[in-house]
Each structure stands twice: as C-alpha cells, then as structure tokens.
C-alpha cells in the first residue's frame, strides 16, 4: 500500500450507506485515540469538503492470531475496528485474545459470508481458506479507498454512491448489493427472482460502497426499549454529531427510549453547534430503527425539527428538564403550554397545592412551579415566533422578544407585587377564559390606583392580535412582578 496519505471522497446517499460512513468514521476515530486534535483538524476538513485524509498508519501491516494457531497479516485500520466493536488485541501468552472472540462473529457475520457464499452457514473451514478471506480483506481494503482503475471489461454504475466501475476478477459477489451485505435488505445471493423497490433485480455496487456497508452497524446506539438507533440526515456533519449526542445522553443516563434521545440530541445540536441549517436538510431528519430483523424509520414535523435546533428554545426546554414539556413540543401541542403556565402560576401563587394539582402533569411542583410560571411564555412566545406563517415588514421586536419585554416590565413592578397579588387568581382566570381586555384592565387599574406610570410595554398586549400571545404577554408580566425579588 503507497505511504502516503489518501484522500478518500464520500458524498452522502441513502440511510444504509450513510451509516456505514459514520461507522468508518468512528473506526477512524478509535485509531486516532491518541492524536484527538490531529483527527479533529481532518474530520473538519471532511466536512468542509467531503475529503477525508486516511493517515499511512492505517495502512501497516500486523501480524495477529486468528484461532487454531493461524496467524495472518491484516491492515492496522482492521484493528481499529475490532477496537471500535470493543475488542482490544491483548498478545500476552495466556491471556484470552479478545480480538480472536470478535475476529470469530465479526468475522462469520460481515466478512466471511460475504466473500464466499458457498460458505454460508459452515462453521469450519480449511486454514487455505481463511488465508484467502484474509487476503480479500486487505485486497478489498486496498481496492475501496484507493479506486484504482481496471483496464479493460464493462463499465458499471454504482446504485448508491453513481461512480462508474469495472469489475475485478475473484470478487464478483462483491459488486451485486444482497443479502450478504446486510441480511433482510439485500436480495437473494443465488439466482431466486426478487427485485428492489426500483423494480430492478439486482443493485450494482463498487467496492467502496461495500467497504463502507461493511462499517455501518458501528454507527447505531442501542437503546432501552431494544431499538437500535440512528439518525440520517443531508449532512455528513449533522448526522456525526447528532448520533454522538444520542451515544452521550444514553451513556449519561439523560434519557433511555428513543424518541427522547432524538429530542435531546437536536437541542444538543442547537445549544453547542449553533448553526443555522436549511428548511430542506431539517425536513429531511429521520431517525433509523432496527428492532430484530425489523427496520422502520420515524421523523418529525419541519416546524417541530425548526424549534427543538433553535438554541434560544432549546436552552428554555433544557433549562427546564421537564419530559412532559418537551413531550408537549415533540407532539406540536404547543398551544397546551399556556395551559402549563396558568397550572404552574396557581401552583407557584398557592400556599399549598393537593396531591391531584395539575401541575403534575407537566412534571412540576410547588418548588418548580416559579420557574416554570417565569419560562413557559417565553418559550411560548418564541415557538410562535419560530412557526409563523407570515412576517410582517418593518416590526421593532420579534415575538418572543416582546414577552420579554413585558416580563421585564413585570420585573420593573415589583414595589407593587402585594397590590397584585391580590388580583392575580382573578387576573389569571380571565387570562385563562380569554377575557384579555378584562384582565388588561384589572391590571391597569392597579397602576392607576397607586399613581404609577403604566409600563409601554403593556401596550403590546391589547396591540398583539392572536390571543394565545395576548395570554403568553399576560403570563410573562404576572410572573415578572410576582417573581423573586433579586432581578
């Protein structure tokens, strides 16, 4: 294999393929363990322009024990792999090889069956013949990242990554996709007639594209309810990180089932990546699930997909870590926050609330109620804002920005929290009822009764036409002036 460094090009295509590059990707990571900042710089670039440098020591050759005492010689980056699966060479005479236990069902699964069909299903097979797998290893290793050309024979065109190819001479059951490249898939690896949803009989495939399939069980987290995960996307980089968030929260304890786990990680993205993607790569986010021989896939809503990657909403559902609150905007019941907001303002202005308080069932309490009362219409405010349908020109403050205001001018009232604390169950109700010129006038009035100036801000109320948001202003401005008293 040449010494220098390759750069293998990869451009997205569909869910089986792209997975196999995250697993590729993860294999690559495992070698780079000790030169973290090194692979950082090249998954960069990989991004920036889908080229991905392997290094030279990906390709040194190490001797390793298979079983039987046969030893046989296999490319450093097989190595990482067995690594990444969780296997660790351990050569210490005595010692059990964990690498010999993944070589032996790692082997079988993915490599063994699908270089030689005629093997399938035998447990045992002649040394000669395990020598040979080795080579068309390595062989297929040295042919998929370095493309070289063959002179000579009919040109074929890749179905998943559409690059043209010419077929080499001992793998040809390389380059039809079957069942030999993942089972349940793939067509029959004889001559049974089935077709594809194409209406073709048989994909073509290069040999890159298999070594990436190769790879792609590496990039699915298994989870609590025993799906196995993973998230597809446009983007190389979106899918690397979004699948790392799931791996993340899952191994922090932060949430177990899937549809949770796909909720956090695109509120990871918003809060630590922070860039602003396009409606077409947010609508087509799927998440990938295996169960047993069966795969489904599940998506959500582009505007439900638009408020969770928003790092201003995702900070406030964060912040809150309330599932039934998050459930509520995974669901797009966005309009039944405001009914948590009223639950969470009688719970927060109760002295003490029953065991069947609905502020429960949000997720709250008497202790969180404050916090949530102060959030919900912010939160509120700016899922609206994010979901518009139209925009009107010329507007000062956008939405969530205005029941901002309005709190701080709740938090800019505060001499007077008694005077409306006396009124606010009866402020509160007629919120609730949808009586907003009431209760705009139940607060004006405590204004006017003590001679104070009533706040501009308020103006928005009455000025605001949709009255779910005349109800969010309302909420923000009680739960700024009957706040803590530190601003």
Known sequence: MPGEERELELYPSNWLYNAGVIGFLRVLEEGFEDEKKNFEDKLKKFFENNCFSLPEEAFKKKTIVIEDGLKAEIYQIWEWYFSAIGGKNKDEEGEENPVKKYWGSVFNKFFRNLFNPSLFGKRKMSSDKKEDEIKK????????????????????????????????????????????????????????????????????????????????????????????????APDFRLMWYLNKFVREMYEKGEAKDTRKLFGLSLMQWAMRINQTLGAWTMANIEVIRKKGNIIDHFDLPPDVVSVLMDPVAASLITSLHLWPILELVMRGKYSELLVATYCAAKAHLADSISDNHCVYKYGGNKNRAGEMFQKLPLLFARIKQLTKKEDKMGEEKTKDEKVRAVYYAGVNSRELKDNFKNLSFRILELTRLGRINDAYQAIARVFIASRTPIPSDLVNILREQDQELQKSHIYAFLSGVLGEEKK
């Open 137 to 232: 290893i390595n062989d297929l290793l040295y042919f998929a990242i370095y493309r070289e050309k063959q002179v000579g024979g009919e040109i074929h065109t890749c179905s998943i990554c559409g690059r043209n190819f010419k077929k080499r001479e001992n793998f040809d059951k390389f380059y039809t996709f079957s069942s030999q490249h993942i089972k349940g898939l793939g067509s029959s690896s004889g001559e049974f007639p089935n077709s594809f949803w194409n209406l073709n009989a048989s994909m073509p495939i290069c040999l890159t594209c298999t070594y990436m399939i190769l790879h792609y069980p590496l990039a699915f987290t298994r989870t609590s309810d025993g799906d196995e995960i993973f998230i597809n």
